[in-house]
C-alpha cells in the first residue's frame, strides 16, 4: 500500500491482516517504487496524491516493469482523474471515503483474479492469429513478429476477445468476464479500455481489423483474423 496517510494505512493494514493478507505500507511515492522493484506482491493499492512522486507518475513507471493489479485510492471525485488512472493500466479505482467492507471485497476480486490469471492451468493455450500470436502460459503478445507491451487487464481482455472470436459481447459482458465481477464501471471505461488496446495491438486503430466495434451493441474479435 502506497499512501502518505498514516492512519489510513493503519487502519487497512488491520483489516487486510485479519483477511489473511500480509501488507506492505509505503508513505511516499519513492519509496513505493522501491517496494515493487524489490519484491513481489499480488496487489498494489495506491494513493493518487503522495509526496515526492505522485500517484499517476508511480503507476506509469510501475506499468513499465510489472502488470500486478493496482487500486487507485483518490480524495478526489473526479471523473478525469478515474479516467486517466485507468488509461494508464490501473485496474480498478476507489474513491475515499470507502467501506471497509467494499475495500476487501474489491482488493479479493482483484487478487483472485490476478492469481488465478497467473496459474499455470489457466490461460496456457497458444492463440495464432493473421499477424499475431497471444501466448498464454507467458502472457505475452505479438504484433507482426514485435512484443507488445500490454497491462495485466489489457491482456486479459485481448485474450478473452480472441479465444471467443466471432462471438459479440456487450460491455457488461467484457467487463464481467475480464474483472470477474458484477458490472461497475460506466460504458465510457470499458471504451477506453478498448481505445488503448487498440492503439497498441493495431495497424490503424481507428480503422480496426482485430477487435471490432458491432454498433449498439458492443464487440467482437474478428473471426478474419484466424489463420
Known amino acids: 500500500?502506497?499512501?502518505?496517510?498514516?492512519?489510513?494505512?493503519?487502519l487497512i493494514k488491520k483489516y487486510a491482516e485479519?483477511?489473511?493478507?500480509?501488507?506492505?505500507?509505503?508513505?511516499?511515492?519513492?519509496?513505493?517504487?522501491?517496494?515493487?522493484?524489490?519484491?513481489?506482491?499480488?496487489?498494489?493499492i495506491l494513493d493518487v496524491m503522495l509526496p515526492e512522486i505522485n500517484g499517476f507518475s508511480v503507476l506509469s513507471e510501475i506499468r513499465k516493469v510489472s502488470n500486478i493489479?493496482?487500486?487507485m485510492l483518490t480524495a478526489k471525485n473526479s471523473e478525469t482523474d478515474k479516467v486517466n488512472g485507468l488509461r494508464l493500466?490501473?485496474?480498478?479505482?476507489?474513491?475515499?471515503?470507502?467501506s471497509m467492507d467494499?475495500?476487501?471485497a474489491r482488493i479479493t476480486s482483484l487478487i483472485r483474479r490476478y492469481t488465478v490469471l497467473n496459474?499455470?492451468?489457466?490461460?496456457?493455450?497458444?492463440?495464432?492469429?493473421?499477424?499475431?500470436?497471444?501466448?498464454?502460459?507467458?502472457?505475452k503478445v505479438t504484433v507482426s513478429e514485435i512484443e507488445i507491451e500490454l497491462t495485466g487487464k489489457e491482456f486479459d481482455m485481448l485474450y478473452f476477445l480472441a479465444a471467443n472470436k466471432g462471438r459479440i459481447f456487450t460491455k457488461k459482458?467484457?467487463?464481467?468476464q475480464v474483472?470477474?465481477?458484477?458490472?461497475?464501471?460506466?460504458?465510457?471505461?470499458?471504451?477506453?479500455f478498448i481505445s488503448k488496446l487498440r492503439k497498441k495491438i493495431e495497424s490503424d486503430s481507428n480503422n480496426p481489423f482485430y477487435i471490432q466495434t458491432i454498433r449498439g451493441v458492443g464487440y467482437r474479435f474478428n473471426q478474419e483474423a484466424v489463420l
Do not use: H
Open 1 to 10: 500500500m502506497v499512501d502518505d496517510d498514516k492512519e489510513l494505512c493503519a
Open 18 to 44: 485479519q483477511e489473511q493478507y500480509t501488507v506492505q505500507v509505503a508513505y511516499t511515492g519513492t519509496a513505493g517504487l522501491q517496494e515493487v522493484k524489490k519484491d513481489t506482491y499480488q496487489l498494489i
Open 69 to 71: 493489479p493496482v487500486l
Open 89 to 98: 493500466g490501473a485496474d480498478d479505482y476507489l474513491t475515499k471515503p470507502f
Open 102 to 104: 467494499e475495500f476487501l
Open 119 to 139: 496459474s499455470p492451468t489457466v490461460m496456457n493455450t497458444v492463440i495464432k492469429l493473421k499477424g499475431m500470436v497471444i501466448d498464454g502460459e507467458n502472457r
Open 173 to 176: 459482458q467484457i467487463y464481467s
Open 179 to 192: 474483472w470477474g465481477e458484477d458490472y461497475a464501471y460506466d460504458d465510457s471505461n470499458i471504451m477506453s
